[in-house]
């Protein structure tokens, strides 16, 4: 089976640019999730979604968004990049269970921003 | 809110000797935890977690943790380490009272096992 799938593995953009995060789940798992692991300052949720809705979003600002495809894979969007914004970002899914579902990654997509 | 913390930086151990990665949370009500290990450029891979019930969890190449609600710990554990082991290990934490799905993770501990 496979697992979770990302794309690009690695993406550099210029700042103010905007980049696109590509993720495709486990067959079956309906729950996308973003994070972002920054340098200093760990493994951050970023965003939720679920059956084609955005269920959640951490504490990030608006110009993080993203969408669920009827496929259930999704995109991040990451508008007016600042530099700090260079991180790798990890996508996970899971399926809805009773018994606190687990969330599975993939291999993540590093962005540089210059 | 919740939060986790992992103390422990670095952690040291010579092959064939037991390890431990320590882990300590924090949720409003009763927990679901989980560890992860991440190798070098790679993403996170799912070791174990605790849902409800025994509170040994046992999980992939040989790892366990002991659920501790008195000590609010999870701390995960191998009999023997082997080299392959040496990674990052990141455990997390989600409130099963929320409909939030958002797992928080603890700031990683770095697993050296010297040969």
């Known amino acids: 089976e496979a697992g979770v799938t990302q794309s690009p593995t690695h993406l550099i953009k210029t700042r103010g640019q905007q980049a696109t995060l590509r993720c495709s789940p486990i067959?079956?798992?309906?729950?996308v999730y973003w994070y972002q692991q920054a340098l200093g300052l760990g493994l951050q949720f970023l965003l939720w979604?679920?059956?084609?809705?955005?269920?959640n979003r951490g504490n990030f600002p608006p110009r993080f968004s993203g969408r669920q495809f009827p496929n259930y894979s999704s995109e991040l969007n990451v508008n007016a990049l600042e530099l700090e914004d260079s991180a790798l970002y990890l996508c996970?899914?899971?399926?809805?269970?009773?018994?606190?579902?687990?969330?599975?990654f993939g291999p993540g997509t590093r962005l540089l921003v210059l | 809110a919740q939060s986790v913390a992992q103390p422990e930086d670095q952690v040291n151990v010579a092959e064939g000797n037991p390890l431990t990665v320590k882990c300590t949370y924090s949720?409003?009500?009763?927990?679901?935890l989980f560890w992860y290990v991440q190798y070098p450029n790679r993403g996170l891979q799912f070791l174990l977690k605790?849902?409800?019930?025994?509170?040994l969890v046992k999980g992939s190449y040989g790892f366990e943790a002991e659920f501790n609600k008195s000590q609010t710990s999870f701390h995960l554990k191998k009999p023997s380490a082997l080299v392959s082991d040496s990674a990052l290990y990141f455990c997390?934490?989600?409130?099963?009272?929320?409909?939030?799905?958002?797992?928080?993770f603890g700031s990683g501990t770095r697993l050296q096992v010297q040969p």
């Open positions: 067959s079956g798992h309906t729950s």
């Open positions: 996970a899914s899971s399926w809805k269970t009773r018994s606190g579902e687990t969330q599975y």
């Open positions: 949720v409003s009500g009763n927990p679901y």
């Open positions: 605790y849902i409800t019930g025994d509170n």
């Open positions: 979604y679920d059956e084609g809705e955005e269920r």
């Open positions: 997390a934490v989600r409130d099963k009272g929320t409909g939030r799905r958002a797992l928080t």
